[in-house]
């Protein structure tokens, strides 16, 4: 697909890989829709977008909400026109064992994390359909396919978005909807300080730049229509932790 004058919608789109992935989508020549809850944020990239030449509206939209993400798909629609792209970049999952894992630990991992990115797919496959084409990327992970220690509830969450995925790319892919998943490893985010995690600058530099991400994310969408990529791995070369121990270790 070409992604000139096409209209992407990026949830989580106020930070991390979200917004990477929003710059360069924009930086390509789409029409970026900004979607997440800090208004502050997304005001501040939607400068950055178009004191660099391109176009961004802001929709603060609560994304693990059913009638929200309706309401927002129907904004992005009637502000720009259509819906080509939808990038699930948004998620939630701090560390914690079995026992920290409270029901409302779960609910929030699972909701932002594997719910939310089934909402928004509801909720922008019918203008796709209408429109005959779209390309729908999903953020997972390396937790997706490894279990990781201390994750009980993140793992669970990208296992099961692996799960979504490829089912709708067996729905979706006969209306020229491509249904695609990026996995990276460790990525260089403010969230893992947030998450409570110390980090070397020795192991900063094996990460993941998001840069990277949202390369991956742009190859996978410019993919000629007969050309489904159903996984792209971006993974590390090496290990970042090796010889080291987990940041999360109890």
């Known amino acids: 697909m070409e992604i000139k004058n096409k209209v992407a919608i990026v949830t989580g789109a106020s930070g991390g890989i979200g917004r990477e992935v929003s710059l360069k989508l924009a930086e390509q ?8 809850r800090n208004l502050d944020k997304l ?30 798909a129907a904004a992005v629609f009637k502000q720009l026109g259509s819906i080509d792209i939808l990038a699930n970049c948004a998620f939630w999952g701090p560390p914690g064992s079995l026992e920290q894992t409270t029901e409302e630990f779960w ?8 719910k939310a990115p089934f909402l928004c797919i509801r909720a922008v496959v019918p203008y796709m359909r209408k429109a005959g084409a779209g390309r729908i990327v999903n953020i997972g992970s390396k937790a997706g396919k490894v279990g990781e220690d201390n994750r009980t509830a993140y793992c669970a969450a990208k296992w099961g978005l692996e799960g979504l995925n490829a089912a709708l790319q067996e729905e979706l892919t006969r209306d020229n909807i491509h249904v695609q998943m990026i996995s990276p490893a460790a990525t260089n985010t403010p969230w893992w300080p947030g998450a409570g995690a110390e980090l070397t600058p020795e192991i900063l530099a094996r990460f993941v730049p998001p840069e990277t991400i949202a390369d991956a994310v742009v190859f996978a969408i410019s993919a000629p229509d007969q050309v489904i990529i159903p996984d792209i791995p971006v993974y590390n070369f090496r290990n970042p932790f090796e010889g080291k121990s987990s940041p999360f270790a109890e």
Not at 43 to 68: C, F, M, P, R, Y
Not at 107 to 114: F, Q
């Open 29 to 36: 020549g789409a029409r970026v829709a900004l979607i997440a």
């Open 107 to 114: 609910d929030k991992t699972i909701d932002t994390t594997l």
């Open 43 to 72: 005001n501040e990239l939607k400068a950055e977008i178009e004191k660099a030449g391109g176009q961004a509206i802001v929709i603060s939209t609560d994304i693990v909400d059913g009638k929200s993400v309706e309401a927002m």
